[in-house]
């Protein structure tokens, strides 16, 4: 509990000279908390037990709804030496002294935990009566506060009465400001430091010494809508040894971040991500599956643009997009019944770069061939196809599900500039084969 009584003249300049001196400062430091009142007023503060009751009367008809004139928060700091500084709430309030009014109570309501405290101003009866209708101003700055909390902050009457009241919502600065994060101790821990162990596919994080600092945890994690665990946190003790963690990792993810916290109730977390500008295994996430013929894509980290399907000619070749097959890139892509071609791709053109991927370029995948040779009856070419598996193709007319062939006119495909290209119709997406301008003379070529 706390009692102010302040004198007229010497009251009035100090009011002003301190909040002249705060305003100059983006966090000032306080001694002692406490209350004070303009001139002419005494009064007391006490912690209110009657945390936000919902309970209200109707205001005399004399009173004017406006009575609560001003609400105003700012942040302060109260030090210690060797311990560094704490967090608090500094309200200040005005109101127009009613006949019906004994005071009023600020709350401060913690958004992310809905943890309340509140402060109930009392005046006492001989100074209500002679300042009935003046103004009353009030400081009080006894919150105890954490870096970045928000909080909602209201103001009402004693009594409360029904529709008077101001409402106002406080974010507490963070470790970015400068006097926050050069005085509070949980900023000087937050700055830990790390190094990338790339042989040993380990991260290294130093987490500085603080006077008075508490524990300290440490997390890999991955960052989506939030940071989702990769391994269980790390505890880092007061009386720990050595301040350096060593996290494993398994890929080197652009989404793969270090957070840190220290082991304090809402505690502002810290991240790094040290391989946010490598995106290689993004594009990398490719699957096949030779059962059900489907192709998939499933990105570890959260991409926004679009993927399709494609086939080149050849290497270095502009990538063709295949009809149909644009989906956006929000998380996995699937596409079913999908020609196992070299020539077929993905491309990628999302908000972490541009690229395109041919998983079946590799040996393992056996494709089918195309070959043109003369025919039998003359004027004719021969185009055969040959899969290793049942397939089916257009202009397919032969038996055998492994081999199928289609004579075409040998004055159509041996027009300079024409190419003769064949694709699969048992599947949604193929990859089309062809052979260019052919030497008709002696009609052979192989397309693979």
Known sequence: MHTSQMLAGPAVVFLSLTWSTYQSLAVPQIGECGLSCSQGFDCKSRVSR????????QPPTSMSPSVLEALKLTTAMKCAPHEGCSLLLR????????????????????????ETQCQNVRVSRASRRRQVGRQLQVHFDCFEVSVAQSLYVTLRTVPHFCGVQLDQQYHVEDCRDEDVGRNVPVCFVEKFSYWVDRSRKVILVQVPEAPGAPDYYVRLCLKWFTCEDVGAPVRVTVNRMSR??????????PCLCLEGWSATPDAVRMQACPFEDETEALWD??????????????PACPVSGHVSLCWRPGPGALCH?????????????????????????????????FRVRCPFQERRFQAWKMTVQPAASQGHLR????????????GDFMADPAVAFVNIPRDEACVPNTCIQGWRTDVLFSAPQQLCDLQCTATQGTAD
């Open 383 to 394: 185009v055969t196809f040959f899969s290793p598996s049942a397939a089916h193709f257009q």
């Open 321 to 353: 997009t295949l009809e149909h097959s644009g989906r956006p890139a929000h998380g996995r892509v699937q596409y079913p019944l999908v020609d196992a071609q070299p020539q077929l791709c993905l491309k990628f053109s999302t908000s972490r770069g």
């Open 244 to 253: 350096t963690v060593s996290l494993p990792y398994s890929q080197e993810l």
């Open 50 to 57: 009657n945390i936000f009751n919902s309970f209200c009367r």
């Open 91 to 114: 309200v200040q309030a005005s109101l127009i002294l009613h006949d019906s009014l004994r005071g009023l109570e600020a709350c401060s309501m913690n958004l992310d935990t809905q």
């Open 285 to 298: 996430a490719i699957r096949y599956h030779p059962g059900d013929q489907a192709l998939s894509w499933e």
